[in-house]
C-alpha cells in the first residue's frame, strides 16, 4: 500500500466537499453542477485511484463527467430539463420572493448568462454516454493501473 500525502488527504476532502456541493447543484439553481464535479474528478485524480475510478463510473456523474470532458456535450433531455427547471425557479424566486429589484435583474441576467452557457454546449445524441474499459481520455490516466470494472 502507497502512503498518502497531506496533499492527498487535503485533495480528497475537496473533491468529497466538490462532489457534496455539485449534487446539491443539481436541486438548487444558482449552484453549479458541472464545475463542482469537474474539480472533484480533478482531485480524485490527483489522490485516489479509487476514488477517481468510483466517480467516473458513477450511475449518473460517470457518464454526465464523461461526456462533458469527452464531446463537451450533455443530452438533449438534459438540456432541456436544466433550462426549464433554471427558469421556473429563478422567475419564482425574482417575482415571489425577491423584494430587491437589483437582486432580481441579477437574477434574470444569471439566468441568461447560463442558458447561453448551456445552449452553447453540443448535444448528444446517439453517442456512447459511459466510459468504455478502453478509452482515449481514461487510458492514459489508468496505464498500469487496475481499473475495476463495476456492473450496471
Known amino acids: ?14 473533491g468529497i466537499l466538490s462532489v457534496s456541493l455539485g449534487t446539491a447543484g443539481i436541486f438548487l ?3 453549479p453542477t458541472t464545475p463542482f464535479l ?23 456523474f460517470g457518464p454526465y463527467i464523461y461526456n462533458y470532458c469527452t464531446y463537451k456535450a450533455i443530452p438533449k ?10 427558469w421556473f425557479t429563478i ?7 425577491v423584494p430587491i429589484i437589483e437582486v432580481k435583474l441579477l437574477l434574470f441576467l ?6 447561453w452557457h448551456l445552449l452553447s454546449l453540443n448535444t448528444l ?6 466510459p468504455k474499459e478502453s478509452d482515449p481520455i481514461l487510458d492514459p ?7 475495476i470494472k463495476i456492473n450496471q
Do not use: D
Open 38 to 60: 469537474l474539480l472533484a474528478t480533478a482531485c480524485f485524480l490527483r489522490s485516489s485511484k479509487r476514488l477517481h475510478n468510483w466517480i467516473m463510473h458513477h450511475k449518473w
Open 110 to 115: 444569471i439566468a441568461i448568462t447560463v442558458t
Open 1 to 14: 500500500m502507497i502512503k498518502k500525502t497531506f496533499q492527498q488527504y487535503i485533495l480528497i476532502v475537496i
Open 125 to 130: 445524441e446517439n453517442i456512447i454516454t459511459k
Open 77 to 86: 433531455k438534459t438540456k432541456i430539463t436544466a433550462i426549464t427547471l433554471l
Open 141 to 147: 490516466i489508468y496505464k498500469e493501473k487496475k481499473v
Open 29 to 31: 439553481p444558482l449552484l
Open 91 to 97: 422567475t419564482y424566486s425574482a417575482l415571489c420572493i
